[in-house]
């Protein structure tokens, strides 16, 4: 299976600002998919990065507030825009190198925001 | 949108069989059942998956019901560590999967 990277680990941020969430995966793969998970709740996808195409988001999400990047085969990041309190969340990063493996999920960001 | 439908908790004695029931009574013919666990503060962790027959990999044991609606993951000699919450999704020929509100696993010494 995939090794994902993913950072910041956590952060403590101050409403209003934005932050960009980093996914690096050890070997090429078609396909990142971006969650979050709010305290005390399951998983929610927010979106699917394909590399070289726009990302295509779930009801209830929207570019501007969470625009992804996918500029090749091992990286993306998610961005947090205009956070508020009710962002504070975990965000992970999920990847499928093989499909009889399912998907390999990155240790998330934990982000409080303040 | 999740098609699956688990129980919020679960207990079980250290050393014993550990029964995880999932219902997916939608499911279709080509979709496969997944089974993840969450370890708190962790990323989900790939345990299992099956299409139609039983499965059993080092983790765990997936067992499928004949008409498909319904599985059960067995941890077959649980311990603290399998401590965790368990999720079932269905997934279909598309790659998304969706989370459903899973089974929190307390294993007791």
């Known amino acids: 299976s995939a090794v994902i990277s993913q950072k910041p680990s956590r952060d403590i941020c101050q409403r209003g600002t934005s932050l960009t969430i980093q996914c690096q995966v050890d070997s090429q793969v078609t396909m990142m998919f971006w969650y979050r998970q709010q305290p005390g709740q399951s998983l929610t996808l927010i979106a699917t990065?394909?590399?070289?195409?726009?990302?295509?988001?779930e009801s209830g999400f929207v570019i501007d507030k969470f625009p992804i990047s996918r500029p090749n085969l091992t990286f993306s990041t998610l961005t947090v825009s205009n956070m508020s309190p009710e962002d504070s969340s975990i965000y992970l990063c999920?990847?499928?190198?093989?499909?009889?493996?399912?998907?390999?999920f990155g240790s998330g960001t934990r982000l409080t925001v303040v | 949108d999740a098609k699956t439908t688990q129980p919020p908790s679960m207990d079980c004695a250290e050393g014993r069989a550990a029964n995880l029931p999932c219902n997916h009574s939608t499911i279709s013919g080509n979709e496969y059942v997944y089974w993840y666990r969450q370890i708190h503060s962790q990323g989900p962790q790939y345990i299992i998956h099956?299409?139609?027959n039983n499965e059993t990999n080092e983790m765990a044991s997936l067992i499928i019901t004949e008409d498909r609606k319904s599985s059960t993951l067995i941890l077959p000699h649980a311990t603290l560590r399998d401590t965790a919450v368990y999720y079932c999704?269905?997934?279909?020929?598309?790659?998304?999967?969706?989370f459903g509100t899973g089974t929190s696993l307390t294993v007791i010494p």
């Open positions: 999704i269905v997934r279909g020929t598309g790659n998304q999967f969706y």
């Open positions: 990065a394909n590399q070289g195409s726009e990302a295509t988001y």
């Open positions: 999920s990847v499928a190198v093989d499909r009889s493996y399912g998907y390999t």
């Open positions: 099956g299409l139609k």
